[in-house]
């Protein structure tokens, strides 16, 4: 498998994100921690945040941080740190619930709340949004015209693989508009490579810590390359966090959530020293605007 040399500098910027939730909010302990219970668990997110905060000023890098609104309200130091630090702020809906399981009124609510949180902390305009675990699917596909009836601009939602929580297999691969009623909202999509006629994720998270750190490097390498395009990285604060407490929920979630969470800090210096990197914002400010791609309930394969 091919790999990039560590001296290399490619010449591709690509996205570096962080969807910033706390380690007891993710989708997969829904069942195991109640919405109610959120304020009496000691939080973590500020610190495990600020210390990528700290790995990026080490290596020059800026990014894009999707912002959970109900750990702004709570933190919202760390909105207006991550601002002052050059990063750009954008939104990962308020409450962290599956778009798929809410009606199209209370996910209007759920953007716009948190939307407006995250301007008044940062003192900017909100152009980007990330659904909790990426769940604009089939199920969900009126989400991005209320996305950009609500004054977005972009979304980082539709992840083009075959998932048992997410995903459009079908969806195009990089950057395109959608096709949308009196509005435009540009889709970037987490990275992918296509083997085949199967798209294999190369864009952070779980696939990151549990697959060798090689797959991600080549893949990257390949769309930088291969394709001649950025990729989408994403990873959580939780990641570098090996010492959060465990939480007892099913065998898979444990697995996807724990494995080489003490992994995940030493990857990820690795990856930063490999690779160029940047906010999403400016990704979408180099993407030409083409004809916007449609979507049914079943979206066919764009070629």
């Known amino acids: 498998m091919p790999v990039v040399s560590s001296g290399e500098t490619p010449a591709i910027v690509n996205g570096m994100s962080v969807d910033v939730e706390d380690y007891f909010q993710v989708s997969a302990f829904e069942?195991?921690?109640d919405r109610s219970e959120w304020d009496s668990i000691p939080r973590r997110v500020d610190a495990n945040t600020r210390k990528l905060l700290d790995l990026f000023d080490e290596f020059r890098v800026r990014g894009t941080f999707f912002v959970l609104g109900w750990v702004a309200e709570r933190q919202r130091d760390l909105v207006v740190e991550i601002a002052r630090r050059g990063h750009e702020v954008a939104s990962h809906g308020y409450a962290h619930r599956l778009i798929y399981d809410q009606t199209p009124d209370a996910f209007r609510d759920d953007v716009r709340r948190?939307?407006?949180i995250l301007e008044e902390l940062a003192q900017c305009v909100v152009h980007g949004y990330r659904a909790p675990s990426y769940s604009i699917t089939a199920r969900s596909l009126w989400a991005p015209q209320i996305l950009a009836e609500e004054g977005y601009r972009y979304d980082s939602s539709v992840f083009p693989i075959r998932h048992d929580r997410y995903g459009i297999p079908s969806a195009p691969r990089h950057p395109y508009r959608m096709a949308l009623t009196?509005?435009?909202l540009l889709e970037v999509p987490p990275s992918t490579v296509q083997v085949g006629h199967i798209n294999l994720p190369v864009a952070g998270g779980?696939?990151?810590?549990?697959?060798?750190?090689?797959w991600?490097?080549?893949?990257?390498?390949?769309?930088?390359?291969?394709?001649?395009?950025?990729?989408?990285f994403y990873l959580h604060p939780w990641e570098v966090d090996p010492d959060q407490p465990r939480l007892k929920a099913g065998t898979l979630s444990r697995f996807r959530h724990y494995r080489n969470l003490g992994q995940t800090e030493p990857r990820l210096r690795r990856l930063l020293r490999d690779f160029r990197f940047g906010p999403i914002r400016d990704i979408?400010?180099?993407t030409p605007m083409e004809a916007p791609?449609?979507?049914s309930a079943a979206p066919q394969p764009v070629q």
């Open 206 to 214: 779980g696939y990151f810590r549990i697959l060798p750190y090689r």
């Open 31 to 33: 069942d195991v921690v």
């Open 293 to 295: 791609v449609a979507f």
């Open 284 to 286: 979408v400010a180099q």
């Open 216 to 232: 991600t490097r080549w893949g990257i390498a390949h769309l930088n390359r291969r394709e001649q395009r950025p990729a989408i």
């Open 182 to 184: 009196g509005h435009t």
């Open 114 to 116: 948190a939307k407006g």
